[in-house]
């Protein structure tokens, strides 16, 4: 059964960093897309950013291009998301997602069939 338990999250200034991450277990991961999505209160999920573990390619959303890195550490089977130059509206829970199934790209919620619990990441102006 795969698990995925984030990490890494909290309170940081406009302008901060802070890395996200995301050890998953129970499968090969090989063949997964693993993705970071967020929802603040009251929106809905979206998408950030995500990355295949076959040949580490990746694509982020419009929004946090340039500013949020995703990245895989094969020999800890962990995904990271480190987020720089963060704002406001970077506020939301953090959640870490995958999938098997994905082919190309996908930045819908609904193409990841696991999920891990979500972060807090909060960004004080």
């Known amino acids: 059964q795969v698990q995925l338990v984030e990490s890494g999250g909290g309170l940081v200034q406009a302008g901060g960093s802070l890395r996200l991450s995301c050890a998953a277990s129970?499968?090969?991961?090989?063949?997964?897309?693993m993705g970071w999505f967020r929802q603040a209160p009251g929106k809905e999920r979206e998408f950030v950013a995500a990355?295949?573990?076959?040949?580490?390619?990746?694509y982020y959303a419009d929004s946090v291009k340039g500013r949020f890195t995703i990245s895989r550490d094969n020999a800890k089977n962990t995904v990271y998301l480190q987020m720089n130059s963060l704002k406001p509206e970077d506020t939301a829970v953090y959640y870490c997602?995958?999938?098997?199934?994905?082919?190309?790209?996908?930045?819908?919620?609904?193409?990841?069939?696991?999920w891990g619990q979500g972060t807090q990441v909060t960004v004080s102006s």
């Open positions: 997602a995958a999938d098997p199934r994905i082919i190309g790209e996908s930045r819908r919620p609904t193409a990841y069939g696991y």
């Open positions: 129970g499968r090969t991961f090989s063949t997964y897309t």
């Open positions: 990355i295949r573990w076959s040949d580490g390619h990746t």
